[in-house]
C-alpha cells in the first residue's frame, strides 16, 4: 500500500525558514515525479514545486520561485522541501503528492494535481506576521 506521510509543518514567524519532508513508501521511488501543493483556509488546492524522477529538473510556481526549493534522495524514499522567507500568505496545509512518470520524459514535472496518482494527509504551514 502506498504512503505519503509529510512532517515539518508548524507555526513560525515571517521570514522564517522551514523544512517539509515526505517519505514515500513507493516500491520504486525513482519512477516517479514528486510534487508540493497547498491549500490555504477557503481557497483551492494550487501547485508549489515538483522534481523530475530523477531529481534533474523541478518547477515552482511564481509565488514561491527564488523562495522555496524541493528536493529528493533516493536512498531515502524522501522528498523534500525548504521553504525560506516565508511570507503570511505561504499558510496553509501543505501536500505531498507523487505522478508515476516512468513512460514520460525522465525531466517531466507535473504541474497538475489532476496528474499525480497518490496523495499525503498534509501538514500545516502557519506564518504569523
Known amino acids: 500500500q502506498v504512503q505519503l506521510v509529510e512532517s515539518g509543518g508548524g507555526l513560525v514567524q515571517a521570514g522564517a525558514s522551514l523544512r517539509l519532508s515526505c517519505a514515500a513508501s513507493l516500491r520504486t521511488f525513482s519512477n516517479y515525479a514528486m510534487g508540493w501543493f497547498r491549500q490555504a483556509a477557503g481557497k483551492e488546492r494550487e501547485f508549489v514545486a515538483s522534481i523530475s524522477r530523477t531529481g534533474d529538473n523541478s518547477e515552482y510556481a511564481d509565488s514561491v520561485k527564488g523562495r522555496f526549493t524541493i528536493s529528493r534522495d533516493r536512498a531515502k524514499n524522501a522528498v523534500y522541501l525548504e521553504m525560506s522567507s516565508l511570507k503570511p500568505d505561504d499558510t496553509a496545509v501543505y501536500y505531498c503528492?507523487?505522478?508515476?512518470?516512468?513512460?514520460?520524459?525522465?525531466?517531466?514535472?507535473?504541474?497538475?494535481?489532476?496528474?499525480?496518482?497518490?496523495w499525503g494527509q498534509g501538514t500545516q504551514v502557519t506564518v504569523s506576521s
Open positions: 503528492a507523487a505522478d508515476f512518470t516512468y513512460y514520460r520524459s525522465i525531466l517531466y514535472c507535473p504541474l497538475s494535481q489532476h496528474e499525480y496518482d497518490y
